[in-house]
């Protein structure tokens, strides 16, 4: 398949035709309009060949239709991923009758897509050494996350590289503010990490946090990289996917991409209305994003199970050339609900928890092994209350949150 098929829920407005709105929706999005047009005749009718087709229409039983619009490939600008999004986002969601429409997915056709991720699942375990165990990654976000100085954030990152995790993220509001500018949060950080590795001798990566404007955000990451950064993070929906594509395909940049997707909410959150998280995170894996935060099954964020599920589903299968993005769990998690995520979203997934590690009645050190504890319940079949009676710091978080 070369071309692109995108699927839309949508519901029309009292008196309009289901496959007549159906059909507009492909014609504003290709080469129609509202009216006829005298530059389209017998000399330039080749225009049609850029139509594109509805696939199919289907009635659901909340009174909407699901629709699959074939998008012809010549109408796509190769790689050019804000195009795309003009073709298969665009005008369609302000046609006057239409009540609601939504973009729930996009099969992405492999003449189409990106260079993808650069380390993707497999890549990012090497680097942290769990490519044998296959065990989920324990990830953290510094606490609080905003406000706390250059020394304070590294000492926080430090007590949470002590107690074994995988990864620690900026905050998605965390940039290059004067309370803690970027260059000296990095060196800060790295340093920390740097001695925690010497008591551990675990590496733990640092999603340092570059986004910025579209303009900057290259020449920022290759300074980071310089200053011994190994990884960056990009807030893909304010920062766009140009930005990720950016970073993915340039030779210079070798550490992999943490994705944050803060914004989403008002897209996805709308059932009937708006897009989904599944063309987003399709298209992160396309751009060459190496993480992606898609979601929970139990944190604050309010994300369904199915869609989470088979939207991780979607960046992990195998495609064509592209390696599968690593997903991240995130939004709420404390060790009591480790063993839920791990259930439904399986070992290939990144457990992200903030106010879970770091509200540990014992400290970030404690709250990180207790994480790493409840986790490897989990795998083993073991409910947390159970192992949390040989394992204290699992067992005084189970304490203060519960396991549920």
Known sequence: MKDLIATYYFRTKDGVDASYAANAIREEQTTGTWTSLSTVNDKTAYVHDLDGSVEDLVELPDGGYLTRICFPHEIFEKGNIPQYLSVIAGNLFGLGKLEAVRLLDIDLPENLCGCGPKFGIEGVRRIVGTEVSGRPHIGTIIKP??????????????????????????????????????????????DALDRAKDETGKQVLYAVNVTTGGDRIVELAHKAVSAGA???????????????????????????????????GALTRNPHHGIAMR?????????????LHTGSVSGKMGSKAGEVIADNIEITKPLSYLKPVFPVSSGGLHPGKVAAEISKLGTDI?????GGIHGHPEGTTAGTRAMLQAAEAAVLGIPAREYSLSHPELAAALAKWGDQ
């Open 145 to 190: 996350k905003v406000g706390l100085n250059p020394k304070d954030t590294a000492q926080v990152a430090y007590e949470a590289a002590l107690g074994g995790l995988d990864l620690i993220k900026d905050d998605e509001t965390l940039t290059n503010q004067t309370f803690c500018p970027l260059f000296e949060r990095l060196e800060a950080v790295m």
């Open 279 to 291: 063309p987003i995170a399709k298209l992160v894996r396309s751009a060459g994003g190496d993480q």
């Open 230 to 264: 190994n990884m960056l993070m990009v807030d893909v929906l304010t920062a766009g996917f140009s930005a990720i594509q950016a970073l993915a395909e340039d030779p210079a940049i070798n550490v992999p991409i943490h994705v944050h997707r803060t914004m989403h």
């Open 350 to 354: 990144i457990l992200q928890a903030g």
